[in-house]
């Protein structure tokens, strides 16, 4: 081509069509309609939650594996039906509340605790997501998103179980020793040798020491393992930011019951007041002097004197140990 010379029409829609190509060729997302589809199901398909789309009145267009997994209906009999003879007639009402709001803002609603019926004609508690799948208010699907929380309520309910099977039997062991402390007040009383009936009660009462320990340490065990895990995942869904700053409320309490920092600063190897519990507890979670004294709406005289009393205790008197190393030394 002659200097200066510009290109025909022709000449310019093949380089265009060869730009095309290249852009083409270095493009990392060049999947056809498709083969979007097929990755959106293998995505679905691995989701322990189950998926569904629905049209606007709640006919069932797509369920994922999870479904069948979790209400064990065969993925053929659900298509084409309608989504809220699945739901419990007590909550079918709110859903339908939901749906309004849903095509009314075309945003997603809440999270909504209801129950799903099974193949087994059982129900099982879920969380619902439920959002508008188009442009604004005209969108032409519902999508839903599903999450089984039946287990974590089993797990409550037996932990609860648990924790009263152990209540009821320290107050069994109650009544027990207050029968015994009777029968060596009755013996005392008659002049009776008290040598066999004190050996019993000592026995007894070290036995209570030793069961007690062990349900203070099986409760925790159970906190950690059983409730702990699943607040976690529970604080991973689309919850609001109440719901966010409640579970993060419970899930810090729950962390410190389960910790056995405060029962080894209470034992007597320390025999540390309650209000020095306290002050090494933030000692060791790092709050600085003024911070506990505004903390506890007492002096920084006050907090340095239980500073030096924890010391003391603790045997690092006029030790060059820092004290919130070695607090958090013995959790």
Partial sequence: MAMGKKPTFKKQKLQARGLEKEAAALS????????????????????????????????????????KRLLGYPLRELIGTSSEKLIHPDDLQRVRQDKELLFDEAKPVPAREIRLLRKDATYISVNIVMLLLGSGSKGKYIGTIVRNTTILKTSAIALI??????????????????????????????????AEINVALNVLLKKREKDKVTIEEYVSANIGEMVIPYLEKLMLTDLNAYQKTLADIMLSNLKEVASSFLLKLSSRHFNLSPAEIRVANHIKNGLKTKEIADFFNISMQTVKNHRHKIREKLGIKNKNINLATYLASID
């Avoid at 083969?35 to 691995?46: D, G, K, P, S, T």
């Avoid at 207050?178 to 040798?193: D, P, T, Y």
């Fill in 161 to 194: 179980a648990t924790n009263n099977k152990l209540q009821q039997e320290i107050e069994d062991r109650k009544i027990v020793e207050k029968k015994l402390l009777e029968k060596k007040m009755a013996l005392q009383k008659n002049g009776e040798s008290l």
């Fill in 28 to 67: 990392p997302f060049k999947s056809t309609p498709n083969e979007n589809e097929e990755i959106f199901r293998m995505l679905a398909n691995v989701s322990n939650d189950m998926i569904h789309l629905c049209t606007r009145d709640g006919k069932i267009l797509y369920a994922n594996s999870a479904t």
